[in-house]
T-cell receptor, first 112, second 114 residues
Framework: KQEVTQIPAALSVPEGENLVLNCSFT??????LQWFRQDPGKGLTSLLL?????REQTSGRLNASLDKSSGRSTLYIAASQPGDSATYLC???????????FGAGTQVVVTP | EAGVAQSPRYKIIEKRQSVAFWCNPI?????LYWYQQILGQGPKLLIQ????????DSQLPKDRFSAERLKGVDSTLKIQPAKLEDSAVYLC????????????FGNGTRLTVT
């Protein structure tokens, strides 16, 4: 059974610092991995989707890497801003029809 | 494009009562999902529809939860009777296809069972 872990559960950084968020999964046979952002009282917003054949994916200040063999993905957010404060979740899909298995998320606070 | 619409936003009921949630996905999205998110946890899939057929309902407590997707568009999730442990946010999501498409989530319905 796939298990997805995100450590730490929460972190606080000063504005301008780079953010590094970790996601680990127990079964390396994944179809894809997605990173989401969740603001308080809101649904999830998809940030990046990495196919199993890819090593990384980039969008603006966001970069996500994937290392299937070690069961890890990392989300980098460059030059953090207070508006980046949110909970970030990763989720893995086991096959093309498989359900997404979510981690519990990392709550990020960027202080001005 | 219009996002995924959910209603109501909040609902408070007593245990053993029934409740229903409604979801309207993004137009043209064939795949629809209902997730349950308990405070401090990641979302857990309850049921996945492909058009109006069920793809996965393995984690749906079928003795009390039911869901349908009429004509492959709108969907309703019902709980009857509710238990205290059903207190959670119920999220609806949709995607154009089931494979590599990113999911688009609604804002969810926060259910409190007292």
């Amino acid at each position: 059974k796939q298990e997805v872990t995100q450590i730490p559960a929460a972190l606080s950084v000063p504005e301008g610092e780079n953010l590094v968020l970790n996601c680990s999964f127990t079964d390396s046979a994944i179809y894809n991995l997605q990173w989401f952002r969740q603001d308080p009282g809101k649904g999830l917003t998809s940030l990046l989707l990495i196919q199993s054949s890819q090593r990384e994916q980039t969008s603006g200040r966001l970069n996500a890497s994937l290392d299937k063999s070690s069961g890890r993905s990392t989300l980098y957010i460059a030059a953090s801003q207070p508006g980046d404060s949110a909970t970030y979740l990763c989720a893995v899909r086991g096959d093309s029809w498989g359900k997404l298995q979510f981690g519990a998320g990392t709550q990020v606070v960027v202080t001005p | 494009e219009a996002g995924v619409a959910q209603s109501p936003r909040y609902k408070i009921i007593e245990k053993r009562q029934s409740v229903a949630f409604w979801c309207n996905p993004i137009s043209g999205h064939a795949t629809l999902y209902w997730y349950q998110q308990i405070l401090g946890q990641g979302p857990k899939l309850l049921i996945q529809f492909q058009n109006n057929g069920v793809v996965d309902d393995s984690q749906l407590p079928k003795d009390r939860f039911s869901a349908e997707r009429l004509k492959g568009v709108d969907s309703t999730l019902k709980i009857q009777p509710a238990k205290l442990e059903d207190s959670a946010v119920y999220l609806c999501a949709s995607s154009p296809r089931v494979d590599n498409s990113p999911l688009h989530f609604g804002n969810g319905t926060r259910l409190t069972v007292t």
